[in-house]
């Protein structure tokens, strides 16, 4: 009887030690970044060109949200565009973006086909 109530206020004093430990183990800290001092965005966007796009995507929001993506561009950042289908194209390669740059951005970005004939997996 002894030993049961030893071995349950041994697993009591543990539970009490792990909740009280676990409450000290993080703190977040909520920093103000400055997005100018930050380190350069190397992105690439992959868009889909395959055939499949004509009923999954008829009204091309795939371009939509690309062009949304590269609003959040900076300049500094580096963008590179990437069409598949059953073969890889490189639109534009890894190269700076300049806000200058944004309306051929834009037209890259429509240069997206949806003429592909399937989706190779393994390009």
Do not use: C, W
């Not at 909740?19 to 993080?26: I, N, Y």
């Not at 395959?50 to 963008?79: H, N, W």
């Amino acid at each position: 009887m002894l030993i049961r109530h030893l071995v349950n206020l041994f697993f009591k004093v543990a539970l009490v030690s792990l909740l009280f430990a676990s409450s000290f183990s993080a703190f977040a800290e909520n920093e103000d970044l400055d997005p100018s001092t930050g380190d350069a965005l190397d992105a690439v966007l992959v868009l889909d060109a395959s055939g499949s796009m004509r009923t999954s995507d008829p009204k091309r929001l795939r371009d939509e949200g690309a062009k949304l993506f590269v609003q959040f561009l900076k300049p500094g950042d580096r963008l590179g565009i990437i069409e598949f289908s059953n073969a890889a194209k490189v639109l534009r390669p890894l190269s700076e973006f300049s806000r200058d740059s944004n309306q051929k951005l834009n037209e890259e970005v429509s240069k997206a086909g949806n003429s592909g004939q399937y989706t190779d997996l393994l390009v």
